[in-house]
């Protein structure tokens, strides 16, 4: 997809958040529990959009699975993760990213903070 295009999808979707039909999850925390270690990865809506419903453990690398929502913030647990901030990155880190993770930004899609770091 080219630069322009990338640009216009990605000013139209920002300028129409909060008027889209899509789920507002801000201020909810939800868990992704391993299907293998039960290790669970604590994740934060900072901002409108979605989120995939299946994440890689940090812990083991298999699949975690969105079990778990709720509006109060995990305990502290060597079996829980520190929260996962979910964010919309900025136009200019978004053009930085791989086609997939443009793709999923642009049909209101959130990603990891942590991944924005260094970009």
């Known amino acids: 997809m ?6 216009r ?7 129409s958040l909060e ?3 899509m789920y ?17 990865t604590a994740t934060l809506y900072k901002e409108k959009g979605v989120t995939p419903f299946i994440i890689q453990c ?8 969105h079990k778990i929502t709720s509006r109060n913030a995990p305990p502290a647990d060597p079996n829980i993760s520190e ?6 990155p900025t136009l200019d880190q978004l053009m930085k ?6 793709d999923h930004v642009l049909n ?3 990603v990891f903070e942590e991944e924005l770091k260094g970009l």
């Open 97 to 102: 990213m791989s086609q997939a993770t443009i």
């Open 9 to 15: 999808k990605y000013n139209e979707l920002v300028a």
């Open 83 to 88: 929260v996962k901030n979910w964010v919309r």
């Open 19 to 21: 008027d889209a039909k």
């Open 2 to 7: 080219e630069k322009e295009t990338i640009k």
């Open 24 to 40: 507002d999850g801000r201020g909810e925390y939800n868990g992704y529990v391993c299907e293998k270690c039960g290790y669970i």
């Open 58 to 65: 940090e812990k083991c690398g298999k699949a975690a699975m």
């Open 108 to 110: 209101g899609g959130l």
